[in-house]
C-alpha cells in the first residue's frame, strides 16, 4: 500500500556561498495531493526538490514528512531512508541492466524476496503499459519508453512521496501530452503525494491539483486547479 504522507517546509532557504537561491519557503503539501512547482529557469525548482529528496541540506528552517522530520540545517536523513521514488529529466536508468532488473532495483535494496519481487515488477510494469518489453535492455527503447520504465522504477516499491524534475522534457511535445495525462491518471490511481518540477504551464495543469509558482527563490503564489467536475482539487 502506498502511505499517505504530508510534506511541510518551514522557512527553509538555501545558499550558494553568497547567493540565497531559496528564501524561507513555507509550504504545506497535502497527503495524496499532486503539487507542481513551476517557474522560470534558475528560480530553484530543482533545488528545492533535490532537498525534498535528501540530495543537499537546507541552511535553514525544517522539512517535514508527516510526523517525521526529514532535514534541518547540518542534518538531512539520506535518500534511502525517506521513502520516495524520483523520475529526472534524463532517465537515468542503468544501461546494462533490463527492464525489469532496473524496475527491480528498489526492491532489491529493500530486500525483498525474489518471488515478490519479480510479482511487483511485472505489476509496475503492466501499470506502464511496458510488461512486454521486460527482458529488453535501455538502449534498444524510445524515449517515452525508457521514461516509463523510469516511472515504474519510482513506484514499484510504492512510496509515500513522488519527486519529479522535468520528466518530460526531452520528449517531442505529442509524446509529452500523452504520456503527460497517462502520468495524472496513474498517480491519482495510486494516490501517493507527489511533487512535480516543470517550467511547462501546461503540464502543470494537466497533472497538479495545485500549482505553486516560485519567483527568485520565493513562494510567489499557489493556486488550486478545477477539475473537470468543477470540484477545487
Ligand atoms: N552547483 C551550483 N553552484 C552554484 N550555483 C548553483 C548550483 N546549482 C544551481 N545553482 C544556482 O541556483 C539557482 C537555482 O538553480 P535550480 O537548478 O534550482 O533552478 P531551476 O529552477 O531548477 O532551473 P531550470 O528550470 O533551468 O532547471 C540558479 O541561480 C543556479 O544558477
Ligand atoms: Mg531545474
Not at 504530508?6 to 528564501?23: A, E, K
Not at 534524463?90 to 525474489?114: G, K, T
Not at 491519482?188 to 507527489?194: D, I, K, M, S
Amino acid at each position: 500500500m502506498f502511505a499517505f504522507t504530508d510534506i511541510r517546509l518551514q522557512g527553509v532557504s538555501y545558499t550558494f556561498g553568497t547567493h540565497t537561491v531559496l528564501n524561507h519557503i513555507d509550504l504545506h503539501i497535502q497527503p495524496g495531493s499532486i503539487v507542481a512547482l513551476l517557474g522560470p529557469s534558475g528560480c530553484g525548482k530543482s533545488t528545492l526538490l533535490r532537498l525534498l529528496a535528501g540530495l543537499s541540506e537546507p541552511a535553514e528552517g525544517e522539512i517535514w514528512f508527516g510526523d517525521r522530520l526529514v532535514a534541518k540545517p547540518g542534518w538531512s536523513l539520506p535518500p534511502e531512508a525517506r521513502d520516495i521514488g524520483m523520475v529526472f529529466q534524463d532517465y537515468a536508468l542503468w544501461p546494462h541492466m533490463s527492464v525489469a532488473q532496473n524496475v527491480a532495483f528498489p526492491l532489491r535494496m529493500r530486500n525483498v524476496p525474489r518471488g515478490e519481487r519479480e510479482q511487483r515488477v511485472m505489476q509496475a510494469l503492466n501499470m506502464v503499459g511496458l510488461a512486454e518489453l521486460a527482458q529488453r535492455k535501455p538502449a534498444g527503447l524510445s524515449g517515452g519508453q525508457q521514461q516509463r520504465v523510469a516511472l515504474a522504477r519510482a513506484i514499484v516499491a510504492e512510496p509515500g512521496v513522488l519527486l519529479f524534475d522535468e520528466p518530460l522534457s526531452n520528449l517531442d511535445s505529442a509524446l509529452r501530452e500523452s504520456l503527460c495525462h497517462e502520468m495524472a491518471r496513474l498517480l491519482r490511481q495510486l494516490g501517493t503525494t507527489a511533487v512535480y518540477v516543470t517550467h511547462d504551464r501546461r503540464e502543470a495543469e494537466w497533472l497538479a491539483d495545485r500549482i505553486v509558482h516560485l519567483a527568485s527563490g520565493k513562494v510567489e503564489s499557489v493556486r488550486n486547479i478545477i477539475s473537470s467536475s468543477g470540484e477545487i482539487a
